[in-house]
C-alpha cells in the first residue's frame, strides 16, 4: 500500500502501549496539539514513540489512524519495538527517510509517484514516470520516453522532449480521461516540432493557440492531415490540397470535388454568349474545371 504521510506541527500525545501492538492515545501534553484532533481514520504519518522513564525505548514509524482511534505501528528500522510497561510519549515527525525522498525526486526519479507530482522549478525525467494523480510542473520539464499513466499534465514553463518514443496521456490498454495544457503568462502557448540532423535545429512546424483563435499548422514542406492513417489533405504554405477522391462539405454536402474536364467557350454568337463565357472563364479560374 502506498504510504502518503500527513504532516502537522506540534502534536504530541501521553501513549499507552505495551509490547509491539498498536498504540492507544491518553491525552495531549501541555503546549501540544492531540493527535487524535490533527489526524482522520485511515490518515498516514510518521511519529516518533519514546518512553518517558525508559527512553531508550524508542521508535520512528509510519502510523495509521484505525477506525478504533488506536494507532497502528510500522517501524522504520523494520523490527518493532518491544515496549515494555510504563509512561510513553508519541509525536508527529518528519524523519530522515522522508527527507531522503525529496532529495531523491530532485536528482533521478527510478520508481513511480504514487500521487499527486508538483515541481516548482525545472524537473527532469530520464526513464518512465507513472503519475498516480496530477503532475504540475511550473518550471521547465524535460522528458525522454516518458509515459504519464493518467491524470494531467500541467507546464507553466518549456516543455523538452528529448525522445522520439515519449508518450503522454493514459497506458495502452488502460481507460484513463487526459489533458495536457501549456500555461504561459502572457496567454501564448506553443507546442513546436524541432528536428535537425546537423547544425542548428529547424523548427518544422507548431500547434500554436490563443484566445480567440484556432489552430495553426506551419511548415515549408507541408502538413499531412490523416483519418486512421489515411491522408485526407496536404497543408502547405499556399494551398490545402485535398487527396485524390476527396472532397469539401457543408453540413454533409459535397461543395468541392475534383476537377471536372474542360468546357470550350462558347463561339455561337448568340446573345448570352458573352454571359456564358464569363461564367466559363471563373470556373476555370476557380479551378473547378480544366482550362
Keep these: 500500500m502506498t504510504f502518503t504521510p500527513k504532516f502537522v506541527d506540534l502534536v504530541r500525545n501521553i501513549a499507552v502501549v505495551e509490547g509491539a501492538g498498536p498504540v492507544t492515545l491518553g491525552p495531549a501534553l501541555s503546549g501540544f496539539a492531540s493527535l487524535a484532533d490533527a489526524v482522520d481514520v485511515d490518515d498516514q504519518f510518521y511519529y516518533c514513540l519514546q518512553g518517558v522513564e525508559k527512553p531508550i ?97 500541467t507546464v507553466g514553463g518549456a516543455l523538452n522532449v528529448t525522445n522520439p518514443n515519449t508518450a503522454f496521456g493514459p497506458t495502452s490498454g488502460i481507460p484513463s480521461d487526459c489533458n495536457f495544457y501549456i500555461d504561459n503568462t502572457n496567454y501564448n502557448g506553443f507546442l513546436n516540432f524541432r528536428s535537425w540532423s546537423a547544425g542548428a535545429p529547424q523548427v518544422d512546424g507548431w500547434i500554436r493557440g490563443r484566445r480567440g483563435s484556432g489552430i495553426e499548422l506551419s511548415g515549408t514542406a507541408g502538413v499531412a492531415l490523416l483519418h486512421d492513417g489515411t491522408t485526407i489533405a496536404n497543408v502547405t504554405n499556399s494551398a490545402l490540397n485535398l487527396a485524390a477522391g476527396k472532397e469539401i462539405q457543408v453540413n454533409g454536402i459535397k461543395v468541392v470535388g475534383a476537377r471536372q474536364g474542360a468546357i470550350a467557350d462558347d463561339v455561337s454568337g448568340a446573345t448570352n454568349q458573352v454571359t456564358v463565357n464569363s461564367i466559363l472563364a471563373a470556373l476555370r479560374n476557380h479551378g473547378l474545371i480544366a482550362p
Design 57 to 153: 525505548e524508542r521508535e520512528i514509524g509510519r502510523g495509521t489512524t484505525q477506525a478504533d482511534g488506536r494507532v497502528a505501528r510500522v517501524p522504520i528500522a523494520g523490527t518493532p519495538t518491544d515496549f515494555s510497561s510504563g509512561a510513553k510519549t508519541i509525536a508527529l515527525v518528519a524523519p530522515a527517510e522522508w527527507f531522503e525522498k525529496i532529495e531523491a525526486l530532485s536528482g533521478e526519479l527510478d520508481a513511480p509517484v504514487p500521487g499527486a507530482l508538483k515541481a516548482r522549478s525545472a524537473f527532469e525525467v530520464e526513464t518512465t514516470l507513472g503519475v498516480g494523480e496530477d503532475a504540475a510542473v511550473l518550471g521547465d520539464l524535460t522528458v525522454s520516453g516518458t509515459t504519464f499513466a493518467k491524470g494531467n499534465l
